[in-house]
C-alpha cells in the first residue's frame, strides 16, 4: 500500500513495492514522474487543502499515507505542521528523507495500528483508496478513526470516474489501480467508519471546453445546449474528487 500525489497515475496496492522486488514496482518512480505532473503542479494542486490543515490541526500532527515526492510533507513543514509520511516504497522515503522529510519505510495499516489512540489531528490519503480492497479500506478507516481525536479530519483524494474520460480509460494508465470508487461509495464508507460531516469535493477540471453551443440535426436549440452541458461535465469536468470528513 503505497501512493504519490495528483492524478490518476499514482500508488501500490498492500503487496506491491517491497524492497527488492522486480517487475513494475522498479518501473513506477519513472512512471509517476512521466504520468503524474511536475511537483509544482501538483503542490498547486494541494494548496486547495490548506484551509483544512488550518482548521484541523492544533499540535497533534498529520500522518499522511503514501506520501510518494512528498509535495504534500513539504506544504505542512513549510507552514510549521508536524507532519510524519508512511510509504512501502523504500525509494521515494529515501529521496523524501533526504530532503528533511520524516518518512518511515511500512504498509499504511500496519503503521496504523501503531499509532496511539486519539493522538492525531489529520489523516491524509492522495490518491491511495483506489488500490485497496474494500475491506482494506475499510481497515484503514477504522484505524484512522481510533488514531484521531475527535473533531480531528480525514482527507481521501481519488481519481473521479464519474468523468467519462478518467472512469473508462485514464483510471487504468496506473497497472496497480484495483477498480475506480464512484464518490457516493467513498463518502459512504467513511461515513459509515465513524466519521461525520463528510464531504465530497469535486477537483481538477480538464482544460475549459465548452460544448453548450452544440447543435445537432433535428433537435432544437433548447435541446442541443443541455446535451452540450452534459458532454462538457462528463469529459472535461473535474478528474479528481475529495472526501473530508470529521471524526466522530
Request: hydrophobic share 40%; aromatic share 6%.
Amino acid at each position: 500500500m503505497r501512493d504519490g500525489r495528483g492524478g490518476e497515475t499514482e500508488g501500490m496496492g498492500t503487496d506491491a513495492v517491497r524492497t527488492g522486488e522486480t517487475g513494475f514496482a522498479a518501473h513506477y518512480p519513472a512512471f509517476t514522474d512521466r504520468f503524474r505532473g511536475s511537483e509544482e503542479e501538483i503542490s498547486r494542486r494541494l494548496e486547495v487543502y490548506l484551509p483544512d490543515v488550518d482548521r484541523f490541526v492544533a499540535g497533534g500532527g498529520v500522518l499522511d499515507l503514501g506520501p510518494g515526492r512528498g509535495e504534500w510533507l513539504r506544504m505542512l513543514a513549510a507552514r510549521g505542521v508536524d507532519a510524519v509520511g508512511v510509504d512501502a516504497d523504500p525509494m521515494f522515503a529515501a529521496a523524501a528523507r533526504a530532503r528533511g522529510l520524516r518518512v518511515e519505510v511500512g504498509d499504511l495499516l500496519d503503521h496504523l495500528r501503531t499509532v496511539g489512540d486519539g493522538t492525531l489531528d489529520l489523516v491524509t490519503a492522495f490518491h491511495v483508496v483506489e488500490h485497496l480492497a474494500t475491506d482494506e479500506l475499510l481497515a484503514v478507516l477504522a484505524q484512522a478513526r481510533r488514531a484521531l481525536h475527535p473533531g480531528g479530519g480525514l482527507i481521501l483524494e481519488s481519481p473521479d470516474p464519474t468523468n467519462l474520460a478518467m472512469g473508462a480509460c485514464n483510471f487504468y494508465l496506473d497497472p496497480t489501480h484495483r477498480r475506480p470508487l464512484p464518490p457516493a461509495l467513498t463518502e459512504f464508507l467513511v461515513t459509515t467508519s465513524g466519521f461525520t460531516d463528510a464531504q465530497i469535493r469535486r477537483l481538477h477540471p480538464r482544460e475549459q471546453v465548452d460544448l453548450s453551443t452544440l447543435r445537432l440535426d433535428g433537435v432544437d436549440e433548447a435541446t442541443g445546449r443541455l446535451v452540450g452541458a452534459a458532454l462538457t461535465a462528463a469529459l472535461f469536468g473535474p478528474q479528481d474528487y475529495a472526501v473530508v470528513a470529521v471524526a466522530a
